[in-house]
């Protein structure tokens, strides 16, 4: 059966396999010291506007998450997220096991609102027990949000302005970014998230590659010992290689780009039968994750017919299932779905 | 230039990366609960004679000793390891992150002593100030261990014993396990393994695969909600479909073992024509991992034709020197090796 | 300038001050293990009616919920708390510092409904995803509350049930739990407190103690190696005796009821007075601590005049004040205040 | 019985003790922001020759270094202990607690060697793999040791520049301070502590206080936010001026040196005792802490008579034992045991 589930359903982009049987028998030295990881790193650099970038491979994005959140706060500083967050809802208490707490803004559709977080933090300090209290000492957002909405360059540009006015770091979550970065009339660019964060990831994990997630510190602003501390998050690759690989090969001939326009234009092709048989939407998603609205009939009906993801329950007795496209998702599965709704 | 350097300088070996590419367009669901993750289970469990086992696929060594460690022990609990173990030397303190000391024994040729367990453990607990110590909970072992030897049947079975009569469970560290399984006169084997320790990994990165390490808790011993806690620590996959398609495919056909022997007999080749050439050895290991002592001059002179691994210096001006062989190693290359020392 | 600041500024009850200095220069061992400690413990079983009620004596409040909370939960499990439980906002991060996330419910004048959390709870293991998030492992409550509420006892019944029906432990901070037995008209008593809870713990530091909070597993369900585990914290007193003898002269002749009636009795007068001169309140509390709104006007000149603490600004431009009593405040302060209100 | 087994046998120094009463009734801000801790810390800031010190009042001293460990190193670095170093033996793991390691040189008499720290960090940072293991971030040694020896100026020095040839910071365990400052012979002062020292501790549990122990910055170099980190360890005390009070009456008219040079005073006629009666002595220590040698006959007979501490058995079949003066210890104590030897 068809599978909308997710987009990480299959193994990695073709590109990504052939480069890995081709160099498969090369010796190359270990924990990312080898020339496909630099190769991948200069490409990122250069992809990002930043030729000072520090670049780190990682497996996967709560690794991705708690390693830098972890590496990055001191003492008691803790961490501001939407209260939709993956790190705050998704990842078994992953940052709070580093010790520090993940505090809340509200959520307006998965994206935090620069004014929200002003007032948090102006709030926050004008506290006369502040000094009791977590300090705010990074901001978190995901780009694309765990609900596919995107940030607009002006709405980004003020978050990044409030966490450096009160002096945090701005930390992007992408392990969807490719998503997002070719989201049809998105004004944000790589190098636009590279000038506003002081560390990002670009998710590869759900955009193509087997696994991986590539940190970047645009202004080779990582803290000292980033790799030891990697170590020490027990995400350091052995065979570092083959993140390396993988992100070099998706940052040749702009890979990483054209998978994710692919997703997007399957999105769209989706999007607009959704539309057209009537149905209804729970969140008007620009990227490869479109919510739907289902009555109990109708995903009962579906859900014989085709894979998708339940998302919540809604007071009304429907539902919001997600259905997801991806580099994997071909013309054909998109007339497969035109066919049963 | 050949390397010898470690015994993850490749990629996987070829089967997998078949089977990699015969699958990679399948549709699975993530985190494990495909049908490949199944297969190797079920693979694994007959392997170990463990009809009960739950096994987990984690990405790295060090990731899985801090989950497995860090999981499993409680309050102030500590583990106690030879002093050579990597969790106290390489890990980069990944352990003491998750709040756990190692607490350490003596060290013989890697080898933890039983005696020496059961003389620590026997002070432990007559000191009268036990309960203002790291309380013991558990025991580390690493077979092979950092230095290539191994545990004869006897010795691990003491070693059992004494972590048993004192409640501490015994977690065996199989990075290279498949070497130690197939070592020429071992007596140790993968079913010994899972009768004697309470939690163990078969190590697959340093034995063919890409990536990935099945811990097994052979009596369904595993602590509640593990799931859970190695997604809190990182380290659960997204696409778990790749680690459990990789030991899937190792526990075929026993091409893990038949990985073990091939490594083996090219190290018994290899240790024979240090022999014959007349080097001495810094230690007598049985697996894939030749310890040889060189010269400045001699060191001088090999490094610019092959690949190996500086060791330690010794007192003596001279130094130790590490000499690996994998899945990888091929005939050609002890050949040239024959050739150049 | 007399001060309502708070609870804890002076040093401790006279009666306490005597007993210390009487027993200043006896010899006593170390660590909890002396005969003033042991006394206090069996006056507290007796006050509990648990006699198998294991005891002990931490410093302060944060101290001994970082510890209780760190020591009893397992692996990935948070604690739930009213959004402004303590532990929650004024101590600094240290619940999340163990490893734990704290999980929030709203809070009603600081209280948690018990309707709320069975919502969360049930909505938690209903959610597929649930094993990716925090599991629940602990209901945290404060009697009195952070805004001088109290539970009834059918809603601390009630609590008490929905926490064990889904198998967590419910944990009462008592850092004022003798103004909160001792409030007028109040049905919870510290026998139904040991019978509800799970764990809970005497507050001494703001009832008459220099210091001191006394932890109650009143079933003798302290989780192994507490005392270790104390230790670990940093939390076990070398001298135990000076704590253990503050709680021996507290629970003797009932004066921790004595001080928290004789509190509550100052803290009614005091209301009464308020209520009066036509002050407006912002919470109705029953116990020692009492909420004012005040103009800026009322404020500024008020705060000429005594001391108060500030709690929060209002949207109206009015801000809330609280007014706390304690086992010093004497009948004089209140004609003070009565004279220049 | 006469109990020689600690220096924490009693209360508090009755100068202590009076000025409690004294001030009993007085009221102040709580955490430490009264009057009688500006005065201690003003007094402390004097008696160290560092006017621009920060001082810090924690309630004991396994947690003054896991809080003062916890907070001063970054990411995966660990402290360097000898091996007898209390955090290393009797500390329940409370600096691994904060996720620490702690990392060992040998101990000589509970001294650390300068040269051995020499070795072990020149050797640390030549090892190729020193980014794979836990990085030395501070040097902690105590004085007096566990063993009651204390450090020549010499020694200090020697450690102190290694430590910072490396970048270390070197931090002090002073729980027994007093005892060291004023013990015969001793040529390093509290200046000269306080000169050589980034961070060191002014024991106060141990030397006279109820309880307490000063952590001082003396170049006014505490990490940003302590204040909040304390709070995060659970070491804020709510009621901060019983330790500041204890700490302006141990700093006023030299209290603090004249308790130590008592127990000085009082431990050397003990020793003289114990040397004209034949006695053996496990360690020749010049502080308050004395370590005899007693056959199993003579401990059991005087065992009936004092009390004191047993230490470690030795392999001839006898064992050490401590006996211990303070500030409590008197002259008719000391008479006592002249009956008796």
Redo the contacts between chains.
């Keep these: 059966m ?2 909308f ?2 987009d ?5 982009h ?1 590109e990504i ?1 052939k480069r ?2 081709e ?9 990312g010291q080898d020339k496909y990881t630099a190769s991948a790193i200069s490409k990122i650099r250069e992809a990002c506007g930043c030729p000072e970038a520090q670049v780190y491979f990682l ?9 830098v959140i972890g ?1 990055l706060l ?5 961490v501001i997220s939407a209260t939709s967050g993956h790190i705050n ?6 940052v ?7 505090l809340t803004v509200p959520a307006h559709l998965g994206k935090m609102d620069a004014t929200d977080l002003d007032s948090y933090l102006r709030g926050f300090f004008a506290d ?2 502040w ?5 705010p000492g990074m901001v978190y957002i995901s780009h694309p949000t765990e609900y596919g909405t995107i940030y607009s360059l002006a709405e980004l540009s003020e978050i990044s302005a409030v966490a450096h006015k009160y002096g945090l770091q701005l930390y992007l979550d992408g392990a969807r970014l490719g998503y997002g970065l070719m989201a049809t009339g998105t004004d944000v660019s790589l190098k636009d998230i590279a000038r506003l964060c002081d560390v990002f990831y670009i998710g590869g ?2 955009v193509g590659a ?2 991986g997630e590539a940190v970047v510190f645009p202004r080779g602003n990582a ?3 980033m ?3 990697i ?9 570092g290689r ?1 993140a390396g690989l993988q992100f070099d090969t998706l940052f040749t001939d702009d890979l990483y780009f054209r998978i994710g326009r692919h997703a997007i234009e399957m999105a769209e092709k989706m999007k607009a039968i959704f539309i057209e048989k009537g149905y209804e939407f729970f969140i008007d998603s620009p990227t490869n994750q479109q919510f739907i609205i289902l009555t109990s009939e109708q995903r009962e009906m579906l859900s014989a017919l085709v ?1 998708f993801e ?1 998302w919540e329950a809604l007071p009304d007795g429907r539902c919001a299932v997600r259905f997801a496209t991806s580099w ?1 998702t071909t013309p054909e599965f998109i007339d497969y779905l035109r066919t049963i709704l």
Excluded at 96 to 102: A, I, L, Q, R, S
């Design positions: 068809i599978s589930v997710c990480y359903l299959e193994g990695a073709p396999m890995l049987a160099t498969n028998l090369e010796q190359t030295p270990g924990y497996a996967g994005g709560t690794q991705t998450n708690s390693t590496s001191n003492g008691n500083e803790g809802v998704h990842e078994a208490g992953a709070e096991y580093t010790g520090h707490k993940v006369p027990a000094d009791h209290m977590v300090i994990t759900k087997l696994f803290p000292r010992h790799f030891s501390m170590k020490q998050h027990g995400a350091l690759l052995a065979k083959i894979d339940f994997a």
